[in-house]
């Protein structure tokens, strides 16, 4: 079983509106959730990451927010664009992994005008 | 800061030849180097991680004998797919984690923009 469960899979949105993305994970003993942007065919690209005491973040338009005890997070994107079209990424390490990390399969988004 | 490229983008190749993949941080001393593989809708899956100066440590099911890795140097990884055959075609996407002080934070994985391999 995957330790990263995402969701909606995907989804299609208006370009203006704003959605929110889940990650549910049982990754233990935690140290830091990461959320990428990766559009397709090209590397992952760091939107937040935040440690165990911190329980929201916010990069421009994309806010992450952080419950350690229910072991949930979900980035909210404001005021979409067609730019942010893309696989939104919830990766989570755990302490002395070694900088391992578990990858979810990611929520592709796609913004229409 | 923490900029990683790799090189080539893209490559096509036919089954049985060998492709090298290179992996640089520009900006940054790159102690841990690692290396995913990416199928279509699929998240990103690690084969190995390099250390610099010492052998790679694979992932359960990755063949090192295909898939060479050499970390020669803090700024360069490499990935050699040998004798590659069509089910070797795939995202390759490498990251790094910087030394502590040499730019970026430590704990960070810096991705790639990855390389399309397709093997004919």
């Known amino acids: 079983k995957n330790q990263v469960e995402q969701s909606p899979q995907s989804l299609i949105i208006l370009e203006g509106k704003n959605c929110t993305l889940q990650?549910?994970?049982?990754?233990?003993?935690?140290?830091?959730l990461r959320w990428y942007k990766q559009d397709t065919g090209r590397g992952p690209v760091s939107l937040t990451i935040?440690?165990?005491?911190?329980n929201t973040k916010s990069n421009g338009r994309y806010t992450a927010t952080l419950d350690a005890d229910t072991k949930q997070s979900s980035l909210h994107i404001t005021a979409s664009q067609l730019s942010d079209s893309a696989s939104y990424i919830c990766?989570?390490?755990?302490?002395?992994?070694?900088?391992?990390?578990?990858f979810g399969k990611g929520n592709q988004v796609v913004v229409i005008p | 800061g923490a900029v990683v490229s790799q090189h080539p983008s893209w490559v096509i190749c036919k089954s049985g030849t060998s492709v090298k993949i290179e992996c640089r941080s520009l900006?940054?001393?790159?102690?841990?180097m690692f290396w995913y593989r990416q199928f279509p809708k699929q998240s990103l899956m690690l084969m190995a991680t390099?250390?610099?100066?010492?052998?790679?440590?694979?992932e359960q099911g990755v063949e090192k004998d295909k898939f060479l890795i050499n970390h020669a140097s803090l700024t360069l990884s490499t990935l050699t797919v040998t004798s590659a055959h069509p089910e070797d075609s795939s995202f390759y996407i490498c990251?790094?984690?910087?030394?502590?002080?040499?730019?970026?934070?430590?704990?960070?994985?810096?991705f790639g923009p990855g390389t399309r391999l397709t093997v004919t």
């Open positions: 990650c549910n994970y049982t990754v233990s003993p935690f140290s830091n």
């Open positions: 390099s250390n610099e100066g010492s052998k790679a440590t694979y």
């Open positions: 990251s790094a984690s910087p030394v502590s002080g040499t730019g970026g934070a430590n704990y960070e994985q810096y």
């Open positions: 900006d940054f001393q790159a102690t841990t």
């Open positions: 935040m440690t165990f005491s911190e």
């Open positions: 990766v989570v390490s755990a302490i002395g992994g070694n900088n391992r990390l578990a």
